[in-house]
């Protein structure tokens, strides 16, 4: 497990089980639509999504794209996710790679037994969300997170010492579903760039 001394100016905070999650509803609602779904390329994904959180701003005087550093909680004893390349996302733990949205760098936390991965999340997400050095923020609950994300983003804006209607314009839930609640941060659904990554043009699912 890599030690989290320092973040990029652009973090993901995400949860191996949404991906395991956002894969198996992709599956199900192709198959209905008589489609295979191929093998989902993390880091291609990864790099469209991007996009979402505008993560892909040019440093104009050095002419490069700034580090996306992607923080990823899971448990040790995960099993693979077959629909997934690489399978076993620990393995990247520590790793990096180059995308079209720029240089990416992976940590995998795991929870060892000292918290719960909700838990572990809330408080990387805390921590990444009012570190000074941070620009830009996407997170990426499970299911079983994401119910309590509200409450969790308005004890950091209270900590913030923020106006009650402002909200926290640097960071963006990415999400599987409809959110009730769309205050606190920015919103992006999810299933516009895993379609991309997967090569999947809208006109064949109509």
Known sequence: MTELTHFSQNVVVMESAYIREMLDIT?????????????????????????????????EELRKFEEIQVIIV??????????????????????????M?????????HTEGYFSKKELFFDLMDWVITAPEVKRVMLLPSMDTEDDMPLALLE???????????????????HMGKIDDERFCNHASVFFSIM??????SEELE
């Not at 008589?34 to 892909?56: M, N, Q, R, Y």
């Not at 949205?101 to 936390?109: D, E, I, K, Y």
């Not at 950091?156 to 990415?174: E, H, P, S």
């Open 74 to 99: 899971r448990d040790e004893k995960e099993e693979p996710i077959t629909s997934c390349y690489p399978h076993d996302l620990g393995e990247i733990d520590g790793m990096g790679t180059m995308t």
């Open 101 to 109: 949205s720029g240089p990416m760098r992976f940590s995998v936390v």
């Open 27 to 59: 599956h199900s609602y192709l198959h209905k639509k008589g489609k295979e779904c191929p093998v989902l390329d993390f880091a291609h994904w990864l790099s469209i999504l991007s996009i979402d959180g505008d993560f892909t701003s040019e440093i």
């Open 156 to 174: 950091i804006r209270q900590r913030m010492k923020l106006d009650d209607d402002a909200r926290l314009g640097n960071v963006t839930w990415v």
């Open 196 to 201: 991309m990554a997967l090569g999947i043009k």
